[in-house]
């Protein structure tokens, strides 16, 4: 359900004499004289076939008690998320969706509840409930978009793309809710992306991105891309690093099985300022903000491990 976002990288803000870089929309050209925006040369990139194996649930063999778990708690999570959606989505066209918040907060309670796993939050005491934050989560499944946003009370609107408004319910709700669209692979969009979350940030609201730009296949977290940095530097927003442990024993990509009884945990780390960061220093506190949330990942694995 959850957009891979920002699969491209906003232009970096340049002095006025440095040559201009190409387009970033897919892959930007780094200046001659600077680290490229995405700091990681396109073949120092882990994939996800340079991994470690993590003890996860999710890659048992499905024994048949688990397949019938799994088809009742699609048929309840169906038989929730579609009411739930399209109610909502009728209703924000009356009412704006930061207005009623308590509303969708209610569907991702009931949401994570039918998933048949226990959820919790540890929230750092310097993140601000008045302060608005780009949210920098893992991306793991189907359920991202409904994890983390019950962990702090800020409302949290979400980047997707724009193609995934087509989808029925769940992209008529995206687009009712004000979900910020982003057009994948075409270029020149930096500006006009930047103004948008711009105008959520200047109107209360805070963001929630998948920096990773696609759900992990290995249950680690994979390598940040900068461009959700770069817009956060630029509108002079912190990023928050967001940790989710639990949920790729709870289900994974190219599995439709979900598994019950898991501890679904929401680790919301220390604030990281982007203000006045230079374009050099953009890499940086995007891998910062990712060696946040891959120690709790990290952590989390070790401990199944020693349990095994």
């Known amino acids: 359900m959850r957009a891979e976002i920002l699969a491209h990288e906003p232009e ?17 050209e780094p200046p001659r004289a600077a680290a490229a925006p995405d700091a990681i040369a396109p073949e120092a990139i882990a994939t996800d076939a340079d991994e470690a194996p993590v003890p996860a649930r999710s890659f048992e063999p499905a024994s048949a008690l688990d397949k019938v778990t ?47 796993s226990r959820w919790r939050a540890e929230v750092h005491p310097k993140v601000d409930p008045a302060r608005q934050y780009v949210f920098a989560q893992n991306h793991t499944n189907h359920f991202d978009h409904v994890l983390c946003y019950n962990a702090t009370p800020h409302f949290k609107q979400g980047l997707e793309l724009e193609s995934h408004f087509r989808y029925p319910f769940y992209g008529w709700f995206m687009k009712a809710r004000g979900t910020v ?34 759900r992990t296949r290995t249950g680690r977290v994979r390598p940040f891309r900068t461009g959700i940095f770069f817009i956060a530097r630029d509108l002079g927003v912190p990023v928050v690093p967001v940790a989710v442990t639990g949920a790729f024993d709870l289900m994974r990509p190219g599995s439709p099985i979900i598994r019950a009884g ?13 203000a006045g960061a230079t374009d050099d220093e953009i890499p940086a506190l995007a891998e910062r903000a990712r060696a946040a949330v891959a120690r709790r990942v990290d ?8 349990q095994r």
């Open 12 to 28: 970096p803000r340049r002095a006025p004499d440095a040559p201009a870089a190409a387009d970033p929309a897919v892959a930007p």
């Open 70 to 116: 799994s088809a009742a708690l699609w048929a309840a999570g169906l038989g929730w998320l579609i009411p739930a959606l399209g109610g909502l989505t009728v209703v924000y066209q009356l009412v704006p969706s930061h207005r009623i918040d308590w509303a969708g907060r209610l569907y991702c309670k009931v949401q994570i509840a039918l998933t048949g």
């Open 181 to 214: 669209p982003v057009k994948k692979g075409q270029r020149g969009q930096t500006s006009e992306l930047t103004e948008r979350i711009g105008r959520e940030i200047a109107e209360g609201r805070s963001i929630l991105s998948f920096p990773e730009g696609s």
């Open 262 to 274: 898991n501890e679904l945990t929401v680790w919301v780390e220390e604030p990281i300022e982007t």
């Open 299 to 306: 952590a989390y694995w070790a401990a199944r491990e020693e």
